[in-house]
């Protein structure tokens, strides 16, 4: 019953409800941004359908050979139409013929739309030679030595960094045996899905949740203090243990508010973005590279689906710091506005603490073990990530041993409150 009054109090939170909706609009919003790329996108789907996503040397001939049919269909076209035919698809988008072309009118929609497909496709079988030199050449330790030098790391903090990254070198070869690098996906270089789902809409769900989750815990935490019926609340039966009512609420509402979110922007997303065919695609494909040209090298041979999942499961755990990082500091100050300006601060301090860090300490290292740090990268979650954070169980670590150390504070604090005067 206690339990179900509290929930109700942050339920029936104007605000709460206010900024839940307006960050679901805002979400939706964001991939409405992205729709023109929704029916270039769709032309991957036929692809893998037909040939299957792993471009081994049966796939790749598969490929090819679509290809070159689809590009003599085309020809035989614009032959008939203009006298022209075209060695590569490229050939048609030259600035000079392609313009006189859509001025007169000459190819109807369909076969304008027909000629991008093939395009697309010409772009997936010039990109795999590509991908497979890339990853052939792979040399993580010179990745290391390049962070370690660019950030001017010394001492026992470089000799840190080449031991993840000497760790991270038996993982390559697999993924490279296993031809993880090899599987289609939707290109980066061309939509950058990845870092639209998982830095722009997973990066701001996490602010989203973590703006609402900060708000309702400070708020029923001190809600008796700021109404001024404390004295009356802690003086009944139940009295201080009031207190672990008030946590457990907020952790559940925490994870039901943060699974909503995500369930909701995540529905919006693959409805307007067509994944049916890619759901069982290693995270590691090459055709996930982006323009910064940096492949993504997950530690485990792990799916989009189950990636995608993960990832989700890392947000809501995240959250659940966040929630008693903020109880903590309710316990302390029993005001809900100067609470969430101290979380404000606390966090812009835990990004600023590793640049105080000498440059030759592996404390510069452990201090990327947060969670405010941990939020600011959610695109290479379990994946290689740079110097700072190239850990294999980085994120794992990071929040068991948070965990851990804010559920002890927590109780510390609610113990105190026990024999507190008020």
């Known amino acids: ?159 840190k960094v080449r031991e993840q990254y000497t760790l991270l070198k038996p993982r390559v070869e697999e993924l490279i045996q296993n031809k993880e690098h090899l599987h289609l996906f939707f290109h980066g270089k061309m939509f950058g899905t990845h870092s639209f789902l998982f830095k722009t809409l997973f990066g701001f769900m996490l602010f989203q949740a973590m703006i609402l989750i900060v708000l309702f815990t400070a708020f029923i935490v001190n809600y008796e203090f700021e109404h001024k019926t404390s004295l009356v609340a802690y003086a009944t039966q139940r009295g201080r243990r009031l207190m672990w009512d008030k946590l457990l609420v907020s952790i559940f509402t925490s994870i039901l508010v943060t699974v909503v979110l995500l369930a909701i922007t995540l529905f919006v997303y693959f409805m307007v973005f067509d994944y049916s065919s890619l759901w069982n695609v290693p995270i590691s494909s090459g055709f996930l590279i982006e323009l910064n040209n940096i492949p993504f090298i997950s530690w485990w041979n792990v799916t989009f689906i189950q990636y995608l ?78 110097v700072f954070t190239t850990f294999k169980f980085y994120e794992v670590i990071t929040v068991t041993g948070w965990l851990i150390a804010l559920l002890l504070t927590a109780w510390f604090f609610i113990k105190r409150f026990a024999k507190e005067n008020i």
């Open 309 to 386: 999942f993960m990832s989700c499961g890392l947000v809501v755990i995240c959250q659940i710091l966040f929630v008693l990082i903020t109880f903590c500091l309710s316990m302390l100050i029993r005001n809900s506005y100067i609470v969430f300006t101290l979380f404000g601060v606390i966090f812009l301090a835990g990004l600023y603490m590793p640049s105080i860090m000498p440059k030759d300490s592996t404390m510069l290292l452990y201090t990327h073990f947060s969670p405010f740090i941990l939020v600011m990268n959610v695109k290479k979650w379990w994946m290689e990530s740079g």
């Open 1 to 159: 019953m206690i339990k179900r009054l509290e929930f109700k109090k942050i339920i029936s939170s104007p605000i709460i409800l206010g900024l839940f909706v307006l960050f679901l609009l805002f979400n939706c919003f964001l991939i409405y941004q992205q729709l023109n790329l929704r029916h270039d996108m769709k032309s991957l789907q036929p692809i893998v359908q037909e040939t299957g996503s792993l471009m081994d040397e049966e796939g790749r001939k598969k490929l090819q050979t679509s290809y070159e049919q689809d590009l003599n269909t085309w020809n035989k076209l614009s032959q008939s139409k203009t006298g022209d035919t075209y060695q590569t698809a490229a050939d048609f988008y030259k600035p000079e013929p392609y313009y006189s072309l859509i001025e007169s009118n000459i190819y109807s929609k369909e076969e304008l739309q027909d000629i991008n497909k093939l395009a697309i496709k010409e772009t997936y079988v010039n990109s795999l030679q590509e991908i497979e030199t890339k990853y052939n050449e792979l040399n993580v330790m010179e990745n290391a030595e390049e962070g370690i030098r660019l950030f001017g790391l010394k001492g026992a903090a470089a000799e």
